[in-house]
């Protein structure tokens, strides 16, 4: 087995959520339904469909809700069971057979870099696949399983960026990157978190997915609080690109499939939709409302 094959994901889902507030007081902004699924549960789905079983939630405030949707319902697959419910059964069973899922506390929310760094017991000395827990890629657009091969090939450490409209790019991690993109991968030689239009090296965007390797937890513990007084992954990312003996450099897969950020409010209506419209139970309905909808606004 390679040195750099990947069996465990992270997914953090320790953020305060605050775009989402009120709805986020009481849940955190992953357990929100697109149509009938929590946000998480596509998440998990995505990392079990690359061959990822073991999954190391990072849970902050508010984590019971997502560790009772990963659990035994016992009192309601008994009464699904005795009404012969076999298909409201499946659903209920499925999330609970999904994955192995561990938990960790982050306690204070102090940036992702913080969520990060409390996964180091549990993975210890190998590589992960690290999945933004509001962040949902369209399971007809894979992306995972390139990353995890490319990992796997060169060692080095892998991050999805996606290309943005210039004024968007002050909302996301931007890359400084070298050469052309070959077959969709680019060298990554610098970062910059939330840079300003008209100082933004490039147009592309870090998005959600990573696969890094072990070393990234010695230098989170040295990267000192950023932008925002947090902890940045994009910092220790930084510094892995610039110091590739020590890390691993860092390579870029440049996605252009349909991606959601579910914890920003607009995104998440435009991905309810995208999903909805090609569902077999409501697809069909659902367009046929949009048409008449468009006429009326
Ligand atoms: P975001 O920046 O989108 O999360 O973090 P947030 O801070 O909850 O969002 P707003 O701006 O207040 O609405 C990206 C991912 O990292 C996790 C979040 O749960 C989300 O999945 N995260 C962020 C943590 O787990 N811990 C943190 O301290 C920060």
Redesign the pocket.
Known sequence: MSQFKVTKAVI?????????LPATKAM???MLPLIDKPVIQYVVEEAVSAGLQDVLM?T?RNKNTLENHFDRVAELEANLERKGDHDRLAKVMASTDLANIHYVR?GD????G??VLKAKAHIAEHSFALL????VMDARDPLLTKMLELHESTGENVIALMEVDPSQIHLYGCAVTQGEVVDGVVRVTSLVEKPKTEEAPSNLAII?RYVLRPEIFDILEETAPGRGG?IQLTDALMTAAQNPDRAGGVLGVVFKGRRYDT?DKLDFIKATLRIAVDREDIGQDLRQWLHEFNNEI
Not at 109 to 112: A, D, H, Q, V
């Open positions: 953090p889902v320790a953020g305060l959520g605050t775009r989402f955190p902004k992953e990072v902050g982050q929310p102090r940036g992702l913080h969520a933004l827990g509001d962040d959600g947090e914890g």
